[in-house]
């Protein structure tokens, strides 16, 4: 299997992730809103004392719905990516090289609102890991923002120069069978 295929699976794949997670939360929003409560929650040690927990329902709500619109949007961005990239694939190395700019933000907004939003925020400055729930949450999303970050760098890689020989060559080939009928 060429390597741009496995390329284009692998965002594909992470677009189905970030949208099940965030639809998963869209459909379970009250349960999503609590699990946001209790990460902002105060909590014993952590930097939150200083700076404040978030305990107000509409600031909750609004948590919440950025995480949704983060999780669903790069999903999304993912999947126009994918398909961006599946147009090009038997083109040029610069060609299909252009085609990942897309997948490639969304690997990156992913890889923000899991890595930055969850481990950072949320583990690190709000210390979420302290209760059950945070704790699994943290595991989740530290899973979540490796795989993203996984498909990030595999994608970004660049295609090897002998990559725009090989359509060019299926093209002769193909061009020789005609002559030869």
Known sequence: ???????????????LQALIIGLTKLANLESAKAAVAEMFAPKVGALSGILGSVTDAGAVSAITWTIIILEVGAGALA?????????????????????????????????????????????????????DVGR??????????????????????????????????RRLREAKGDLAR
């Open 79 to 131: 999947l126009i990516g994918a398909v961006r990239m599946t147009m090009s694939h038997d083109g040029t190395v610069a060609a299909f090289e252009a085609s990942k700019r897309i997948a490639l933000v969304a690997l990156g907004v992913m890889l923000l609102t899991w890595l930055g939003l969850f481990q950072t925020i949320g583990g690190a400055l709000f210390q979420m890991g302290q209760s």
């Open 136 to 169: 699994a949450i943290l595991a989740d999303n530290f899973l979540f923002a490796m795989t993203s970050g996984l498909v990030l760098l595999i994608v970004a890689q660049p295609e090897p120069p002998h990559a725009d020989r090989d359509p060019h060559d």
């Open 1 to 15: 299997m060429r390597i741009r295929y496995v390329k284009i699976l692998l965002v594909v794949v992470a677009a």
